[in-house]
Nanobody, 128 residues
Framework: QVQLVESGGGLVQPGGSLRLACKVS????????VGWFRQAPGKEREGVSC????????SYADSAKGRFTISRDNAESTVYLQMNSLQSDDTAVYYC?????????????????????WGRGTQVTVSS
């Protein structure tokens, strides 16, 4: 059974940085894509970034390019999302997720429907 636990959220001023962590258990990171998503109040959940299995190819939403960096530590079974130059529009609950077993080995994408197992999320608030 896959479990994901996010951490690292908080309150940060505009222009600040945060590093989110997603601890994954029940699957080896080499064999699954992992995605980061976010959902702001009144808005649909959207993809932010993902990292593919084996190749560790990274994908980013346009809103994240140049500011966010996804990485993984296989030994710690943790995927990180380094977020710099944060803006008020980045305020949201951030979730990590992995796809269903039969498709976990595919290259990742940022489509919510591609993911089956989700963490509970961590709140990120960007405000002065």
């Amino acid at each position: 059974q896959v479990q994901l636990v996010e951490s690292g959220g908080g309150l940060v001023q505009p222009g600040g940085s945060l590093r989110l962590a997603c601890k994954v258990s029940g699957v080896t990171l080499d064999y699954t894509a992992v995605g980061w998503f976010r959902q702001a109040p009144g808005k649909e959940r959207e993809g932010v970034s993902c990292i593919s299995p084996l190749t560790a190819r990274r994908s980013y939403a346009d809103s994240a390019k140049g500011r966010f960096t996804i990485s993984r530590d296989n030994a710690e079974s943790t995927v990180y999302l380094q977020m710099n130059s944060l803006q008020s529009d980045d305020t949201a609950v951030y979730y990590c997720a992995v796809p269903a077993p039969l498709v976990r080995f595919r290259e990742c994408d940022l489509t919510v429907q591609s993911y089956e197992s989700w963490g509970r999320g961590t709140q990120v608030t960007v405000s002065s």
